[in-house]
């Protein structure tokens, strides 16, 4: 069914699942130049063996699908009702966006939600074949080359070239030939279209730059031309340089992209290989480094830390590598030896142990974001920390809203949604993280940006944090470290300008003192916030706000999870210039010096 155009400023995909591995959101950029060499297509050639390049999985999109629903051309995606896109025959309105969703009508123009009728159809079932083929034929006639005028199907072109080459496949399954025949061979002449586009229009190196290189490659694949397996072999040759770092981090600063890039790159060389091309060593050694720096992102429950664009996502137990003991919680698989790991691209990952002195569940782990600025799939995340201890998340990310460009997903960015200082008239900079101290039963790091510096110090035995944030400026300011907590927690005072957060019945607490530094406190401010487990699982809560406001300010935080029976105390001293933070919880003392140039010590 012809329409007129529809354009969109941004364009996205939620968060869906292969497997076990959490595939997030996706979202544009600004669209990048043209690539100046462009292969001139012309007729096909015979096509390579069908089952060279592997189909692509559907990511989950088909699920809420079911052939019985594309019968009646009915779509549905994420939390949308199941809509009717079409007249029943396979015409369909391209244009309908009844919940003006980015997300909704780019996943409309990906084709993805036609998988299950593509998998009948491949097993033979015609009538499936049949209607598939009339929605995917009825896409093609609607959106004429090069379609970017509809952002919709711009953004899903890598989508839909591998629902093609899909089809194409189930095609031939289904009708037990070798050659398409005639009626079909319309897929062919997509197919190169496609490749076309996606030569001219490479978004480099991030997901969507790999996902395009593997669908540009699986055309090539698929129909035997061998320059478009060239170019983009070459483009995933040059794209892992700077998708994936020498040392494991991604680029695109999110725990949950960074593990769907695990995914991605070792679909690239199983893609590769199938069709002859031998994956570049560097992709090789470089997904392996990323699924240590993923184990290391493990949190003690076994999910990732929640970090950028990222829903709640449980680290995928991938056999033969760190992730297994990670993702099994150490029931399987071998044992990762490094307990902390620090990466130049932003990202400080600890933990207390991997569950040799005690369970796995009962360590406490961290994460510290620091870098450059934010981008792709960053959040203004950084000096904040998530914390797990006791079984339980102690503080938490604001997660991430989803693509809708609306206040939530401005919230979600934005540094009010982290644990952090935040300074008033002060916007987001690199930060640098200055000095670093791994021992046995303390890590100490030190942070530093725009007019700000954070000291941290986690303790093992007792498990707590002590932060030290101290801000300057040339006129006067705001400045409030904020502590996000996990729903459900109700938070009361606990002493001067000190709150304690306890779920109603539950066994375990988390304390948090404000400890007079330099000058006095204020009085706690506690808020209702927002955490976004899934982007539509949005729930209210605690955010606990330690605040001052001069031309400087020194806010000492100390974060202590306990069981809800333990007495939490502490005291200060003062010795030879330095103070002397003295600290119990339950049966368990420590003591923490701070020289007066803010450094923090067990001591």
């Known amino acids: 069914m012809a329409a007129g155009t529809r354009s969109a400023a941004v364009v996205v995909a939620a968060a869906v699942v292969i497997g076990s591995v959490a595939v997030p959101d996706r979202v544009s950029e600004p669209l990048r130049k043209p690539v100046p060499?462009?292969?001139?297509?012309?007729?096909?050639?015979?096509?390579?063996?069908?089952?060279?390049?592997?189909?692509?999985?559907?990511?989950?999109?088909?699920?809420?699908?079911?052939?019985?629903?594309?019968?009646r051309d009915t779509f549905a995606w994420g939390t949308t009702p199941p809509y009717r896109v079409g007249d029943g025959h396979g015409d369909v309105n391209w244009r309908l966006n009844p919940a003006d969703?980015?997300?909704?009508?780019?996943?409309?123009?990906?084709?993805?939600?036609?998988?299950?009728?593509?998998?009948?159809?491949?097993?033979?079932?015609?009538?499936?074949?049949?209607?598939?083929?009339?929605?995917?034929?009825?896409?093609?006639?609607?959106?004429?080359?090069?379609?970017?005028?509809?952002?919709?199907a711009t953004e899903s072109t890598m989508h839909r070239t591998n629902v093609l080459i899909c089809l194409r496949q189930a095609v031939q399954s289904g009708l037990r030939v070798g050659r398409l025949p005639p009626a079909y061979?319309?897929?062919?002449?997509?197919?190169?279209?496609?490749?076309?586009?996606?030569?001219?229009?490479?978004?480099?190196?991030?997901?969507?730059?790999?996902?395009?290189?593997?669908?540009?490659?699986?055309?090539?694949?698929?129909?035997?031309?061998?320059?478009?397996?060239?170019?983009?072999?070459?483009r995933l040759t040059a794209g892992i340089k700077t998708a994936i770092d020498a040392?494991?981090?991604?680029n695109e600063q999110s725990t949950a992209y960074a593990q769907y890039n695990y995914s991605l790159w070792g679909r690239a060389i199983d893609v590769l290989g199938r069709c002859g091309v031998e994956a570049s060593p560097t992709i090789k050694a470089r997904r392996q480094q990323l699924a240590n720096w993923l184990a290391l992102a493990?949190?003690?429950?076994?999910?990732?830390?929640?970090?950028?664009?990222?829903?709640?996502?449980?680290?995928?137990?991938?056999?033969?590598?760190?992730?297994?003991?990670?993702?099994?919680?150490?029931?399987?698989?071998?044992?990762?030896?490094?307990?902390?790991?620090?990466?130049?691209?932003?990202?400080?990952?600890?933990?207390?142990?991997w569950g040799v002195e005690r369970p796995f569940g009962a360590e406490s782990t961290y994460s510290i974001r620091f870098g450059p600025v934010r981008r792709l799939h960053g959040h203004d995340d950084h000096m904040s920390l998530t914390y797990t201890s006791l079984g339980r998340d102690v503080l938490i990310d604001g997660g991430h809203a989803g693509y809708q460009g609306d206040e939530w997903q401005r919230w979600a960015r934005g540094a009010s949604a982290h644990n952090v200082m935040t300074v008033s008239g002060v916007g987001a900079s690199a930060?640098?993280?200055?000095?670093?101290?791994?021992?046995?039963?303390?890590?100490?790091?030190?942070?530093?940006?725009?007019?700000?510096?954070?000291?941290?110090?986690?303790?093992?035995?007792?498990d707590l944090m002590v932060v030290l944030d101290r801000g300057s400026s040339a006129v006067r300011r705001s400045y409030e470290t904020l502590w996000h907590l996990p729903a459900g927690q109700q938070v009361t005072p606990y002493g001067q300008g000190s709150v304690v957060a306890q779920r109603p019945g539950d066994t375990v607490k988390t304390v948090l003192l404000q400890v007079p530094y330099g000058e006095p406190t204020a009085p706690a401010q506690v808020e209702s916030s927002?955490?976004?487990?899934?982007?539509?699982?949005?729930?209210?809560?605690?955010?606990?706000?330690?605040?001052?406001?001069?031309?400087?300010?020194?806010i000492l935080?100390?974060?202590?999870?306990?069981?809800?029976?333990?007495?939490?105390?502490?005291?200060?001293?003062?010795?030879?210039?330095?103070?002397?933070?003295h600290l119990q919880v339950g049966a368990v003392r420590a003591t923490v010096a701070i020289a007066a140039d803010g450094t923090l010590k067990r001591a």
């Open 530 to 554: 927002w955490h976004y487990r899934t982007i539509d699982k949005r729930s209210a809560a605690p955010v606990v706000g330690f605040t001052r406001s001069g031309r400087t300010a020194s």
């Open 185 to 234: 061979r319309w897929i062919d002449a997509a197919l190169l279209q496609h490749s076309q586009y996606l030569q001219r229009h490479w978004s480099g190196d991030w997901n969507h730059g790999t996902e395009e290189s593997l669908a540009l490659f699986g055309v090539g694949c698929t129909l035997g031309r061998a320059e478009l397996k060239r170019t983009a072999a070459d």
């Open 298 to 353: 493990t949190n003690s429950l076994g999910y990732l830390h929640q970090l950028g664009d990222s829903e709640v996502v449980k680290t995928a137990p991938v056999a033969g590598t760190p992730l297994e003991y990670a993702g099994t919680l150490g029931t399987r698989g071998t044992r990762p030896v490094q307990r902390v790991g620090v990466f130049d691209a932003g990202y400080v990952f600890g933990r207390t142990g």
């Open 37 to 71: 060499t462009v292969v001139q297509q012309s007729a096909p050639v015979a096509s390579t063996p069908s089952n060279a390049y592997t189909c692509a999985p559907y990511s989950g999109i088909e699920r809420p699908n079911p052939v019985g629903n594309l019968y």
């Open 557 to 581: 935080s100390v974060i202590v999870p306990a069981k809800a029976t333990a007495a939490v105390r502490y005291t200060t001293s003062q010795r030879a210039g330095q103070t002397l933070l």
């Open 431 to 462: 930060t640098r993280l200055t000095r670093s101290v791994v021992q046995e039963t303390s890590e100490y790091y030190e942070l530093r940006d725009a007019g700000r510096t954070r000291g941290v110090l986690v303790l093992k035995d007792p």
């Open 101 to 152: 969703n980015p997300s909704w009508y780019m996943w409309l123009h990906s084709l993805r939600w036609l998988g299950q009728g593509i998998r009948a159809a491949g097993k033979g079932d015609k009538r499936a074949l049949q209607r598939v083929d009339a929605i995917a034929h009825d896409w093609v006639r609607d959106n004429p080359y090069p379609w970017r005028s509809d952002a919709g």
């Open 247 to 250: 040392q494991g981090s991604t």
